[in-house]
């Protein structure tokens, strides 16, 4: 941590090669994660009603989520998504933009990712109208994973000014 802190990281060719791995497997995350959810449902609110409410209108119809599904689901979801968040937004700290900017990507972030999972629980047990709730809370996630993953991308390859000394690095 002491390499990003004072601004080292950006003269440390191997810590910048590790973040950037890092960001390339957030990045197929983020890539898969939009395939598992057009794998199962899509951005029509009718078919994420019908993902976690089933289809009870068939004779032999898939039933609703079932409530152990939900809970090993968020059980995983909750930790991991709240653990790559902060570890992409505190990476966020030590890049030279505007403070304004990483408060709306930080509070963004962790808000679409808290929404994606809580919206699953809403569409099933509170209303189907949560559906656009889910669609808007992923797509919001995936666009600001994204985003971050960009901005942190640009800064490990082209390292500039520390933002928490705010200096040149010396070299």
Known sequence: MRFVVTGEWSRNTLLRLIVAMF????LLF??????LFFTRMSLDPAKVVE???GEPHLEFGRP?????ALVETSHMHLFAMGMLVMVLTHLLLFVPIKPALKGWLVLVSFAAALLDELSNWLV?????AFAWLKI????????????LVIVLAVYVARPGRNAYKDTQPKG
Do not use: C, D, I, T
């Open 124 to 128: 099933r047990f509170a209303s189907p």
């Open 30 to 35: 983020v890539v898969s994660s939009a395939m």
């Open 51 to 53: 993902y976690f409410l």
């Open 136 to 147: 808007g809370s992923f797509v919001v996630m995936e666009v600001s994973l994204s985003l």
């Open 23 to 26: 960001l390339v497997f957030v």
């Open 64 to 68: 609703p989520r079932p409530y152990k």
